[in-house]
């Protein structure tokens, strides 16, 4: 936790600024990120789940997002607290959230968003998600929900990276 927050991060956010400015290449965006990436996913599989443990939390980011890593990263932050996490990645239409929230255990919907390529205004976005699952407590993080200005029953919008640890440490399993 200590490389990603004091070393991956501030590497990415060079990274991101040199590709902004095209002095890097996609490719080797993609080759680092690869490498962080699959070391997260490793550190996951470490932890494994109890037998039984059902999912509870739905983790994904919207049709258009393809930033994976914080969503690699929340995963891991979940499931060493024990939570049973169901990571679908990046790129899930509200069509496929739809089939996914029909899993009973499921009780939240975490979204994270660093871009906005969804089409449509990040709070039209928002209210839709709400409107669509009434019954599942909405999370939502990252750059992308930065502008949301409408507020909603079932949603929590997380405005930091504190924020995000303090949300995961007082709903632990």
């Known amino acids: 936790e200590k490389t990603i927050k004091d070393v991956c ?6 990274i991101g600024h040199l590709w902004s400015t095209n002095n890097v290449i996609p490719a ?3 080759f680092s990120s690869y490498i962080i990436q699959n070391r997260i996913i490793v550190e996951t599989e470490k932890i494994g789940l109890p037998p039984g443990l059902k999912p509870a939390i739905l983790l994904c980011a919207p049709k258009g997002e393809f930033h994976e890593l914080p969503l690699l990263y929340l995963n891991y932050l979940f499931r060493k607290k024990g939570w049973g996490t169901l990571y679908m990645g990046t790129n899930i239409s509200i069509k ?7 899993i009973k255990s499921i009780r939240y ?3 994270h968003l660093i871009t906005n390529f969804t089409g449509q205004d990040t709070d039209d976005y928002l ?3 709400c ?4 019954d599942l407590k909405i999370v939502a ?4 929900i930065q502008q949301a200005q409408r507020n909603f029953v079932n949603l929590q919008l997380l ?3 504190q924020q995000i640890y303090t949300f995961i440490e007082s709903i632990a399993e």
Not at 9 to 14: A, I, T
Not at 96 to 102: C, K, N, P, R, V
Not at 131 to 134: A, G, L, T, V
């Open 127 to 129: 209210e839709t998600i």
């Open 96 to 102: 496929e959230l739809e089939l996914l929230s029909e």
């Open 28 to 30: 080797q965006e993609h």
């Open 9 to 14: 991060y501030p590497f990415l956010n060079k």
């Open 141 to 144: 993080s990252g750059g992308g």
């Open 159 to 161: 405005h930091s990276d």
């Open 131 to 134: 409107r669509k699952f009434p």
């Open 109 to 111: 919907l975490y979204l």
